[in-house]
């Protein structure tokens, strides 16, 4: 009887076909492939920069050697792409994107638009561990952050869930700083024009990678003032720039400061869906941090003054999951800053 079972069984299995995706090597499963890599801001900001960047070369680390092509979809501070990224992308590991670093933190901080669970994201790697600033042009009056203090700047944003309107709304409520952020504008690089044109007096939450990336001659210059650094440490550029943690007088604006700006690691920031097979998500892991160490994208980012200082995606998964720990006090007091 049980050797009867086990024939009947071993029929049953038989006949259930196995699932092509998990059938196929990894080889041959990507050869031939085309790989997405959405971008969830308009052309020619920083985002977009790195992203193509690594475009050109992750492909060749990846097992069957995929082509890897760039798409942009902006919107809401690249919330759009990853609310996209998790409930319509494809979940077979051919699509997968560059969010904003503080996108994966909209739900914790009281985000209805966000239709994701952060944690669950396969999280592939960081391309560099970042410091962004706030600056103002050259003719606004403004040399440093206690300016900001007494005099209104006006500064573009990108987007609710975007640093470029979180960033200057946490300043606003702790510091009472008076930025005043113009909403609206697709990217990073259309910030920079409006700063031009005088739509605009500054920018906050601004990368510093960007800064030296895009507009190394707007600091030759002196058409930009930088007035402080948002992160956890400061950057080796700017000795002299204070950093915002120098600025809590409370134990409680340390840990508001904490959870801010504790995104800086995902300074850029790439995502799959969740969902992706295991052996998927380890092979664009191990692609992505394999470009970061090829010589030759690395030339290519020193031609193009991107600083590279990349985290891994384990790391970056760790991140995530650390950052949604906070205390639900704290995590309040945030959000209420950030939605008003």
């Not at 975007?162 to 113009?182: E, M, R, S, Y």
């Not at 030759?296 to 991107?306: D, P």
């Amino acid at each position: 009887m049980r050797a009867m079972a086990i024939v009947r069984a071993a029929a049953i299995l038989a006949l259930c076909p196995i699932s092509p995706g998990h059938a196929q090597t990894l080889p041959s499963f990507y050869k031939g492939k085309t790989i997405d890599l959405y971008i969830g801001y308009s052309a020619g900001g920083g985002y977009d920069v790195y992203a193509r960047a690594l475009a050109r070369h992750m492909g060749r680390f990846i097992p069957g050697n995929p082509t890897i092509v760039p798409k942009n979809m902006p919107g809401a501070g690249s919330l759009v792409l990853a609310n996209w990224l998790y409930n319509v992308a494809s979940k077979d590991g051919t699509a997968f994107g560059m969010i904003g670093r503080g996108t994966a933190f909209d739900p914790l901080l009281g985000s209805t638009k966000a239709q994701f669970d952060a944690v669950k994201f396969n999280w592939i790697g960081s391309m560099n561990d970042e410091v962004s600033v706030c600056v103002a042009w050259h003719t606004s009056g403004i040399t440093k952050l206690e300016d900001v203090v007494h005099k209104e700047l006006t500064v573009g944003g990108t987007g609710p869930a975007a640093d470029t309107d979180q960033f200057p709304k946490v300043l606003n409520a702790t510091l009472h700083t008076k930025f005043k952020i113009i909403p609206g504008y697709p990217g990073g690089n259309d910030i920079d024009l409006a700063m031009e044109r005088g739509e605009v007096m500054g920018r906050c939450g601004w990368s510093w990678s960007s800064v030296i990336a895009t507009h190394q001659a707007w600091l030759d210059e002196k058409k930009i003032n930088v007035l402080v650094q948002l992160s956890l440490d400061k950057h080796a550029d700017l000795p002299n720039v204070p950093l915002i943690m120098d600025f809590a007088k409370t134990e409680e604006e340390r840990q508001i400061f904490k959870l801010v700006f504790a995104r800086q690691p995902m300074g850029r920031p790439f995502l799959a869906p969740p969902g992706i097979p295991a052996e998927r998500t380890a092979a664009l892991r191990n692609a992505f941090m394999d470009a970061m160490k090829d010589p030759g994208f690395l030339a290519e980012a020193e031609r193009m003054k991107l600083e590279i200082n990349p985290v891994s995606g384990d790391a970056v998964q760790g991140i995530v999951q650390d950052v949604y720990q906070t205390p639900n006090s704290i995590a309040a007091a945030v959000a209420d800053m950030v939605n008003r």
